[in-house]
């Protein structure tokens, strides 16, 4: 089931950052999962000490950090896509759950496309 849920949350993710238009986690799982929202947010609490909406937080600041590191779109992009007001409020989640800025994930970026450079260029 845990798997499940990481998929539904993967889809919902992307489906927000394709489109920008908001989709709801909690109705998206019921739904999927056929099951009321609250009583498998108790589940997950009781089995795994987390709740839906913390397992959801954790997949968006993943998808997040892919998104920063292999795209061009700067953070405000991709907070608008997710629904979030202010791109503040996802970067203080990014820092909350990985201890690192934005501009790590770019600095990554960054590295990685002069070493694809350099290897291209011994070619």
Known sequence: MITRVYRVAEQVIQLQLDTGRPVQF??????????????????????????????????????????????????????????YEKSNDLSEQLMCYTGLTSAHFKRIRKIKLENIRRQQEKI
């Open 26 to 83: 909690a109705l998206e799982l019921s739904n999927e999962l056929k099951t009321d929202y609250q009583e498998l947010n108790s589940l997950f609490l009781t089995r795994c000490d987390m709740s839906l909406d913390v397992i959801f937080l954790k997949q968006v600041v993943e998808k997040v950090k892919e998104q920063l590191v292999y795209t061009e779109q700067p953070l405000s992009q991709i907070a608008k896509a997710l629904g």
